[in-house]
Nanobody, 131 residues
Framework: QVQLVESGGGSVQTGGSLRLSCAASGYTDSRYCMGWFRQAPGKEREGVATIDTGDGRAYYADSVNGRFTISQDNAKITLYLQMNSLRPEDTAKYYC????????????????????????WGQGAQVTVSS
């Protein structure tokens, strides 16, 4: 199965930037919906952004739209999340995730709303934003 490993987490000041990476391996399908999700203490996991490995289209949650950018390398081995203009409320453990794009499971405008539809998950990377 797909294996995902996050890296690049850390601590930054409000307004700062950070870039997360997710190394993927074990692809068995030709197309996946890849995503970034986050979970803060005492809160449920929420979607951040998704990108379709087939057509490259990206989608964002309203809370990060305009500040965060999801992308992937040409080989589709590494997933990235560039985070700019960070705020204290962005503090959370960030996870990369994937689901095979079969039977209509490809990325769409609202895939980030449904973390339970993603089959594979990384261990997470902590991001802390201080004010």
């Amino acid at each position: 199965q797909v294996q995902l490993v996050e890296s690049g987490g850390g601590s930054v000041q409000t307004g700062g930037s950070l870039r997360l990476s997710c190394a993927a391996s074990g692809y068995t399908d030709s197309r996946y919906c890849m995503g970034w999700f986050r979970q803060a203490p005492g809160k449920e996991r929420e979607g951040v952004a998704t990108i379709d490995t087939g057509d490259g289209r990206a989608y964002y949650a309203d809370s990060v739209n305009g500040r965060f950018t999801i992308s992937q390398d040409n080989a589709k081995i590494t997933l990235y999340l560039q985070m700019n203009s960070l705020r204290p409320e962005d503090t959370a453990k960030y996870y990369c995730a994937a689901r095979a794009a079969r039977n209509g499971a490809y990325c769409g405008p609202f895939a980030w709303k449904f973390p339970l539809t993603f089959s594979y998950w990384g261990q997470g990377a902590q991001v802390t934003v201080s004010s």
